[in-house]
């Protein structure tokens, strides 16, 4: 048998509870970090328990829509179950990707339970030197 002592894990787990899993149509939300490392930015999402055939990532335009599930463990008929406080269900996540991130690219590799992408910046919004010219251009009557 286990014993807590943490009264505020018991309102956590009454909450979720109460609310019920995630679902397709109203998933619950996903911890997650985002940072840039040099050209490129990453997120990262913690998804512990969860298959690689249970994620799914869309993009569309510049929205970012990761969802995965969590399911429950096969039980035998033998198992009494005595505490169970790992969440199940569908979670999910929005971002709105800025136009200088280049979607076309995104890498998406899943250990540990973190599930992190990796989206390039664009081309066009690194910085980049502007030539000055020395005056002798002329401009074309056109």
Do not use: C
């Not at 929005?94 to 973190?114: P, R, S």
């Not at 910085?127 to 002329?138: E, F, I, L, Q, T």
Request: glycine content about 6%.
């Amino acid at each position: 048998m286990l014993m807590r002592t943490d009264p505020f894990r018991e309102l956590d787990r009454l909450a979720q509870q109460l609310t019920g899993p995630g679902t397709w149509s109203r998933p619950s939300a996903m911890p997650m970090d985002a940072y840039r490392e040099g050209d490129t930015y990453v997120v990262s999402f913690d998804l512990p328990g969860v298959s690689t055939e249970a994620i799914d990532i869309d993009v569309e335009r510049n929205m970012l829509t990761v969802k995965a599930e969590r399911r429950p463990t096969s039980k035998r008929d033998d198992v009494q179950m005595d505490l169970s406080e790992r969440p199940l269900g569908v979670f999910s996540r929005q971002l709105v990707l800025a136009d200088t991130l280049d979607t076309e690219h995104i890498e998406a590799d899943y250990e540990a339970g973190v599930l992190t992408l990796r989206i390039p910046i664009a081309e066009r919004a690194k910085p980049r030197k502007v030539a000055v010219g020395d005056g002798s251009r002329r401009q074309i009557p056109g």
